[in-house]
């Protein structure tokens, strides 16, 4: 069992910043893949960015490239989604979620490629 608990979320305005971190449990962190979704009211969960075990392969959303860097500390446990320049479109839960089965060719982007997933943190971004 792998427990992801997200952290980091809150009221910001247009054009701010804010940092989300997602602490794991399990003593085999490091070999996951991990990634960053999103759901906001009334829409499906999409896909915002994922980082394979060493931190090197990185896929990112086309909406949030070049504003959203995603890394990860392998010591800590702790996977972190540093966002910039926020958007109100950027409103939503965001979750954590793990691959601990991630395939060679570097981190997913679908939901169901991910087998753990955190209870989500509310980011608002008003205009």
């Known amino acids: 069992q792998v427990q992801l608990v997200e952290s980091g979320g809150g009221l910001v305005q247009a054009g701010g910043s804010l940092r989300l971190s997602c602490a794991a449990s399990g003593r085999t962190f490091s070999r996951y893949a991990m990634g960053w979704f999103r759901q906001a009211p009334g829409k499906e969960r999409e896909f915002v960015a994922a980082?394979?075990?060493?931190?090197?392969?990185?896929n990112y959303a086309n909406s949030v490239k070049g504003r959203f860097t995603i890394s990860r500390d392998n010591a800590k446990n702790t996977v972190y989604l540093q966002m910039h320049s926020l958007k109100p479109e950027d409103t939503a839960v965001y979750y954590c979620a793990a691959d601990t089965f991630p395939p060679l060719g570097g981190p997913g982007s679908q939901s169901r490629e991910y087998n753990y997933w955190g209870q989500g943190t509310q980011v608002t971004v008003s205009s």
């Open positions: 980082v394979g075990w060493s931190g090197t392969n990185i």
